[in-house]
């Protein structure tokens, strides 16, 4: 998560990115700061809009104490707001939570750390990485490197696996059980060189593109437990299991499939 000097920040610098590094004090500190130009003044609701974006912001018409104590208690803070030279309003700002799923953007994806991902993560779904919907797997990806895999418990903590691995290297883990298996989901924060890459199925070559023809080998793995290399299910033998044999990275590109036949009619026939 990147780290930046709080007090550096103004209105003037602030945009829906870097607003939510700051937290409600600051908010009131650079409307403080603020109170003597001019160009912020006739600007004030586009200023209000970015701020909005990242915390709730209510104007308190009734200042009473009783008023007061229910705003703090529902977590807000208070403080005044000024308008022009003559009027000041007291308003209560408060910072939006990222509890669920639908809470990540684009926007705030970069300024939560992987902990907080895999904890929004486990408080939302049960059902793996696939049961999210690509809009909401594209922000995440925008901002870490996702892998997962999907392995029977007692195989899951291997050493010398792919979850030893992976949290050697510094990635976050969620571990979602399904039945005798485990799907474990690996993120961590992408560098902030790194610019933001989406990655899509492999469903359609021509709308997706194909992984094969992409050099950027910092995309996610999305591993696959259902794709097995051995074709032949009767001859399964647990002794010679390995990790492997459960993950499956979609590499395939459908177009490159050769589905030929010799029973498929020549062209020139059409």
């Known amino acids: ?21 700051v937290q409600e004090n600051d908010v009131f500190r650079m409307l403080e700061s603020a109170e003597k130009d001019a160009d912020i003044k006739e600007n004030l609701r586009h200023y209000l809009d970015i ?13 009473r104490p ?7 208690a529902r977590g807000f803070k208070i403080g005044s707001m000024h308008i022009d030279d003559n009027q000041d309003v007291k308003i209560g700002v408060k910072k939006r939570p990222i509890m669920r799923v639908t809470d990540l953007t684009y926007e705030n994806i970069r300024h939560i750390s992987a902990e907080k991902l ?18 909401i797997q594209d ?19 291997k050493p010398g696996g792919m979850y030893e691995k ?31 890459r989406l990655k899509f199925g492999q469903e359609d070559n021509d709308k997706y593109g194909s992984e ?39 590499e395939e590109n459908p177009e490159d499939l050769d589905l030929s036949t010799d029973d498929v009619a020549d062209d020139d026939e059409y």
Request: net charge negative; glycine share 4%; proline share 3%.
């Open 118 to 135: 895999m904890e929004v993560l486990d408080r939302n779904f049960g059902g793996g990485w696939d049961s999210l919907s690509q809009s």
């Open 1 to 21: 998560m990147k780290n930046i000097d709080k007090k550096s920040l103004t209105l003037k610098t602030l945009n829906k990115s870097n607003i939510w590094d």
């Open 212 to 250: 094969e023809d992409d050099d950027d080998e910092d995309l996610p793995e999305i591993d696959d437990k259902y794709n097995d290399d051995d074709d032949d299910d009767d001859a399964f033998d647990d002794d010679k299991l390995t990790e492997e044999s459960y993950r499956t990275t979609i």
């Open 139 to 157: 922000i995440i990806q925008s901002g870490f490197d996702i892998s997962t895999t999907t392995l029977p418990k007692d195989r899951l903590h």
């Open 166 to 196: 992976k949290v050697a290297d510094g990635f976050a883990v969620l571990e979602i059980t399904k039945g005798a298996w485990i799907e474990a989901i690996f993120a961590k924060l992408k560098p902030e060189s790194e610019k933001p």
């Open 51 to 63: 701020i909005k974006s990242a915390f709730d912001v209510e104007e308190i018409k009734v200042d």
């Open 66 to 72: 009783e008023v007061i104590k229910k705003y703090e």
